[in-house]
């Protein structure tokens, strides 16, 4: 394990301890522990974001590049029985 200290001021220190049956160190593990999970959690989904928006304009462009009148639907059936 690793040390992390960190300030209070002297009232906030002063009523920690008096409260003596509260163990600090386990309630600032978990704290900090929460934090760092929201955070992450955070940071993927703008990442997701930023990843979603990206295929939205590929498929965006992909349609306006698409001959007027095709239907995707149709050309995926039309594959399928080449395929065969």
């Not at 040390?3 to 008096?18: A, C, E, H, N, S």
Request: hydrophobic share 40%; charged share 40%.
């Amino acid at each position: 394990m690793a040390v992390v200290t960190f300030r209070v001021d002297d009232d906030l220190k002063r009523r920690m301890g008096q409260l003596k049956h509260v163990n600090w160190s386990d309630v600032l593990r978990q704290y900090v522990a929460e934090t760092v999970s929201a955070e992450e959690s955070r940071l993927r989904v703008g990442k997701d974001s930023a990843r979603i928006l990206r295929a939205s304009k590929d498929i965006e462009d992909l349609r306006r590049r698409s001959p007027a009148g095709w239907k995707g639907a149709q050309g995926i059936m039309e594959w399928r029985k080449l395929r065969r």
